[in-house]
């Protein structure tokens, strides 16, 4: 009941195979019992993946009013390599154009029309500029020619390649694989062999084919113009052609659109139907089957994909092992895509020239189920994906394991053997530990430099390594069995790779004789493998246990080079005797690290190689005993040059030994004396003197005091004295620290009081700057001030003159008048103003 009363969630979000970026839900439902709910989608196609949570069940219906399609990714992937309803409308409705100006091209009425149309049709909305028009139409006129070209299945003849001219109006249309028109057959005359042209004649030349040039364009120009003879003549060859266009109008208008979209600068932008092109996907599925083998690491695929053309691939893998894991590696530069989560991401895969190897591992549970399948889907943005190098996957390898415990060592190694090949062999080498938390780093060396290496914590593969042959060794591929050469002429590209990988330089070293000595290494990273006091002892135990049969062989070597009579005629021993020395020889561990079965609770490890079955017999992996090997030889020419030497230097070395060992045990047997007679002799000192002259002397004396440290020659018993002395000393450094504290505190003290005083001068000295600024604008307004007034008053005055001036003017002008009136008065009148005024 507290399930049923969780909440159950629906929710539906965008889907793409080809990124990895998640994006928002469009559509989210939560409920306890029931709920719908509507989703307006723009038109278009759309992938959505509907995520649903539930704790006991759930009942879902979709309905729609346009159809669509649910279910799992088998149902849904097939749908969309199919281009989308958008996307076959915009291409048929330029098909169509293009068939109705074909029928009505000699139409002197309809064509400019229908050609107007058909510019109108697949030129996109948002082109603006001349030049953009004119870039494009270029395009769609290489389109159409390439349609029609792929429409007959070959290449188009002179008349043809007319006609396609003249339909476009496109004289400069003239593709790559169309040279000039000449006579290949006809050879220079005689004159013209081994001569220069003169610049005469070069002017000449580049006459004649501007004139030819524009006699063709003219030629074209006139048959695109209906009521021509050349446009009669071009318009019977396309009807002729069109005829075989119609039959699959469908495909072929895809593939028009498709090339303009290929071709074309503005792809995003360029027709609406682009928008479904993010949900357009091309896959292809590889499946083999899984080996039937319980608690194990097990190669399941490695093949090698070929890529001829730049394109986004994802591959998806559908296993019922959860511990299954791919790897891709670039051929060219064995570099390793780029993993998320232990799965390959999305990766633009380049052409290259030796392709790239998809390889997968697998740890197979307790009970593998049987007759299982594993599948790997190559899912790409377009067409074509990833070949495989040959016609079916191969899924059965052939495995060398080879285990041993682990023995701890100065440098580190868990293991070191070396691999030796007859034919050029791709492999996977693979390296796991008992111990699950040991960082390990797994390397190939070749000519002792590193040219493959992996880390990894207690299990690490380097997944592809091309062993490639020698070159001195390369007549011994003649000798190979009748099989092996069916199997390689049956391997068709593979093999083709492989020849191309062998004539490489990128995993061969930089020598002249092209001699490969690889080596297989395994080292322990940081001392990450710590051993028990018992493991460490079992360790110890092993290692002593191929310590004796390494003695027991040299003493049987000694044996017989001592009982050897005088050597043959060549100076080499018998057969038998240099088969036995080579079977012993090779026995490089105890016995019980070279069996089957190991103690499974005791630190060990093993390490895998994996080939192709065919390449089994042509690869040799054996411990590397390269120095031992050289020592040997060593005392082998010795011995040949002089025999019985080995066995005179054995015996040598013993009675070497020997007086070494009678020495030092009369030298502790005197000093032991000697001790015994000292008063005051330590008890156990003299037990441990006579425990170390019981042990059997085997090896020399060193003396090693000259590499030890000692504080002092001898001890020295801490009394009361020393314990004050150190007493004081530590109250020294006390006193001294707490001194130099205080006079730190005290500086800082200071210090702080300064600034403090610092930032008051400061801020008086800001004051007095501020007061002075005041003080200095005060007199200069007050001086602005009276310099205004003064300038006022003499304006004022100014005015004050030119008005008095005036009015002196006026008088004088007036007065003036007056005089003049007067003057032109009678006498009478004058005379009687004058009486009166007497």
């Known amino acids: 009941m507290s399930a049923a009363r969780r909440s159950a969630v629906l929710i539906a979000m965008p889907h793409s195979w080809t990124s990895l970026q998640s994006q928002l839900p469009v559509l989210s439902i939560k409920t306890t019992s029931t709920k719908a709910a509507v989703l307006n989608l723009p038109s278009g196609r759309h992938v959505l993946c509907i995520h649903i949570n539930a704790a006991l069940g759930y009942h879902v219906h979709l309905c729609s009013k346009t159809p669509f399609i649910f279910g799992e990714e088998e149902t849904i992937m097939p749908h969309l390599t199919k281009e989308s309803a958008h996307f076959t409308e915009q291409a048929s409705s330029i098909f169509r154009a293009l068939s109705r100006l074909v029928a009505s091209f000699s139409d002197k009425q309809q064509q400019p029309a229908l050609r107007k149309g058909l510019e109108e049709t697949h030129c ?13 139409c270029k395009v769609f006129n290489l389109a159409v020619y390439h349609m029609l070209r792929e429409a007959l299945g070959r290449k188009l003849k002179a008349d043809e390649q007319f006609a396609v001219q003249a339909l476009t109006a496109d004289p400069s249309l003239f593709p790559e694989e169309y040279p000039p028109i000449l006579n ?4 220079p005359p005689e004159m013209w062999r081994d001569r220069e042209p003169t610049d005469r004649e070069v002017k000449a030349v580049t006459i004649l084919q501007a004139g030819f040039r524009g006699h063709l364009v003219r030629e074209i120009l006139d048959a695109s113009k209906p009521g021509t003879k050349e446009n009669l003549n071009a318009s019977k060859i396309l009807s002729s052609v069109w005829s075989t266009i119609e039959c699959d ?85 064995g570099e390793e895509v780029n993993t998320v989560f232990n799965r390959v991401a999305p990766h633009v895969y380049q052409p290259n020239k030796l392709g790239y190897t998809f390889v997968a591992e697998a740890i197979t549970p307790e009970l593998p189920p049987s007759g299982a399948k594993w599948r790997m889907c190559l899912i790409g943005s377009k067409e074509p994906l990833p070949k495989l190098s040959r016609d079916t996957p191969v899924s059965e390898f052939s495995v ?62 380097i997944p592809v390594f091309f062993f490639l042959v020698n070159k001195d060794t390369e007549e011994n591929k003649q000798e190979q069995s009748p099989s092996e050469n069916t199997f390689q002429q049956n391997e ?6 492989k020849k191309s990988i062998s004539s490489s330089d990128q995993y061969q070293p930089p020598t002249e ?22 493991q460490l002892a079992f360790a110890c135990s092993v290692k002593d246990l191929e310590n004796n049969e390494t003695r027991v062989n040299k003493l049987e070597d000694v044996k017989r080079s001592s009982t050897t009579s005088t050597p043959n005629r060549d100076g080499l021993k018998s057969d038998a005797t240099k088969t036995q020395r080579k079977t012993k020889g090779d026995k490089g561990k105890p016995a019980v690290a070279n069996e089957t079965s190991l103690d499974l609770t005791k630190p060990n490890w093993m390490l895998r190689v994996v080939t192709d079955n065919s390449k089994a017999k042509g690869i040799d992996v054996k411990r590397d005993t390269e120095r031992i090997d050289q020592i040997k030889t060593i005392k082998k020419a010795w011995e040949m040059a002089e025999p019985g030497r080995s066995a005179k230097a054995f015996q040598s070395r013993l009675h070497f030994l020997k007086q070494v060992q009678q020495k030092e045990c009369g030298d502790a047997a005197t000093e032991e004396n000697n001790d015994a007679s000292r008063p005051g002799q330590d ?57 130099v504290r205080e006079h730190v505190l005290e500086c800082r003290k200071q210090e ?61 002008l007036e007065k003036q008048a007056a005089f003049t009136s007067a003057s032109a008065q009678p006498p009478n009148k004058q005379d009687k103003k004058a009486g009166k005024k007497k």
């Open 184 to 187: 290949a057959d006809l050879e």
């Open 124 to 136: 996109p909305r948002n082109i603006s500029t001349t030049q953009e028009k004119w870039e494009h």
């Open 492 to 497: 068709g590209e593979d093999s083709a790779v």
């Open 513 to 534: 004789t092209m001699v490969h000595k690889y080596v297989v290494q395994a080292e322990v990273l940081y001392k990450t493998w710590n051993l028990s006091e018992s």
């Open 249 to 333: 109008a469908h495909k072929h208008a895809a593939f028009l659109l498709r090339h303009i979209i290929n071709n074309s600068k503005r792809k995003a932008d360029l027709y609406p139907c682009l928008r479904d092109e993010s949900t357009k996907i091309a896959f292809a599925d590889y499946t083999v089957s899984l080996p039937d083998t319980a608690n194990s690491w097990v190669l399941v695929f490695r093949e090698i994909f070929l890529v001829s053309e730049e394109v986004l691939v994802i591959p998806k893998v559908y296993s019922p092992i959860p511990n299954c894991l791919l790897h891709v590696i670039n051929n060219d530069t």
């Open 752 to 812: 702080a009081f300064k600034r403090k005083e610092l930032m008051k001068c400061q801020l008086e000295m800001y004051q007095n700057m501020q007061a002075a600024f005041e003080q200095r604008c005060k007199n200069f307004h007050n001086t602005c001030d009276a310099f205004n007034s003064r300038h006022r008053a003499s304006i004022k005055k100014e005015q004050e003159e030119k008005e008095a001036l005036e009015e002196a003017q006026s008088a004088a």
């Open 400 to 461: 060398e394991e080879l285990r041993d415990y682990y023995i701890p060592n100065n440098k580190n190694l868990i293991c070191c053997y070396r691999v030796h090949v007859t034919t050029d062999t791709v492999a996977t080498v693979q390296l796991q530990t008992s111990h699950p938390d040991v960082l390990i780093r797994l390397s190939i060396l070749d000519h002792e430099k590193q040219v493959a290496s992996k880390t990894g914590k207690g299990h690490v593969v």
């Open 683 to 739: 008890i156990s000192q003299s037990a441990s003197n006579q425990k170390l002259t019981d042990t059997p002397c085997s090896f020399p004396h060193m003396d090693y005091s000259h590499f030890t440290r000692h504080q002092k020659d001898s001890p020295v018993v801490m009394d009361s004295y020393i314990e004050e002395a150190q007493q004081r000393e530590r109250t020294e450094k006390i006193q001294t620290y707490r001194l």
